[in-house]
């Protein structure tokens, strides 16, 4: 199911962001998410509130964000199905990485993308 929440996230928008340790065009929101279901934003802690915030100022600066979860072969805990929700909700573009990093980028299918 959350697989099916992430490609609906990903049609919202197109992708417009470069991959790798380049500067991306766009401002950008790195979102991780512990598998004990802490939120990280930017590598602060935040919560669910103070997250659709960042995305409302994300959004109006028509920026990008980068997901990463920690355990993402796990169903998660139940915070993922909102904070992915608060993202599709903010109809933003998404990298989805599977390194806290972000040195990664996975795609719709769930492989890797070449750089």
């Known amino acids: 199911m959350l697989r099916t929440?992430?490609?609906v996230t990903l049609l919202f928008a197109p992708m417009s962001v470069s991959f790798g340790q380049e500067k991306p065009a766009q401002p950008v929101l790195k979102i991780a998410v512990m598998a004990d279901g802490r939120i990280a934003v930017n590598g602060a802690p935040a919560t669910i509130e103070s997250l659709r915030e960042s995305l409302k100022k994300l959004s109006q600066q028509?920026?990008?964000?980068w997901y990463y979860r920690e355990a993402a072969d796990t169903a998660?805990?139940?915070?993922?199905k909102q904070v992915v929700?608060?993202?599709a909700?903010?109809?933003?573009?998404v990298r989805f990485s599977s390194r806290p990093d972000y040195s990664d980028a996975i795609g719709r299918d769930g492989k890797p993308i070449k750089q």
């Open 5 to 7: 929440i992430l490609a």
């Open 62 to 65: 028509k920026g990008v964000v």
């Open 76 to 80: 998660g805990p139940p915070i993922v």
């Open 85 to 87: 929700q608060a993202i």
């Open 89 to 93: 909700d903010a109809r933003l573009p």
